[in-house]
């Protein structure tokens, strides 16, 4: 079994800073690609950012320039740096990553979600 727990949400005021955290524990054998995703009220769930298990790094337009993913892939772990907040990026974040479990098995796993909300 795999779980992947966030940490780091809550309440900041526009300008400021947040850093998300995303540890994966369980029967892990490998994880590819590790992702961000947030979900607004009334919207649609959108790719944030994500980083290959090599590195490489593609972001969303709207948050280039302002919030940064990392992992140690020591401690199975993910990190979205969030910069220069806006009351547009308030909305649950969620972690997710492709994971294998061994035997040639590949699996997606979700996050439960951690709320970031961008106010004064």
């Known amino acids: 079994q795999v779980q992947l727990v966030e940490s780091g949400g809550g309440l900041v005021q526009p300008g400021g800073s947040l850093r998300l955290s995303c540890a994966a524990s369980?029967?892990?054998?490998?994880?590819?690609?590790m992702n961000w995703y947030r979900q607004a009220p009334g919207k649609q769930r959108e790719l944030v950012a994500h980083?290959?298990?090599?590195?490489?790094?593609n972001y969303v337009d709207s948050v280039k320039g302002r919030f940064t993913i990392s992992r140690d892939n020591a401690k199975n772990t993910v990190y979205l740096q969030m910069n220069s907040l806006k009351p547009e990026d308030t909305a649950v974040y969620y972690c997710?990553?492709?994971?294998?479990?061994?035997?040639?098995?590949?699996?997606?796993?979700w996050g439960q979600g951690t709320q970031v909300t961008v106010s004064s």
């Open positions: 997710n990553a492709d994971i294998s479990v061994g035997g040639g098995y590949l699996y997606n796993y």
């Open positions: 369980g029967s892990i054998y490998r994880i590819y690609v």
């Open positions: 980083i290959t298990d090599g590195g490489s790094t």
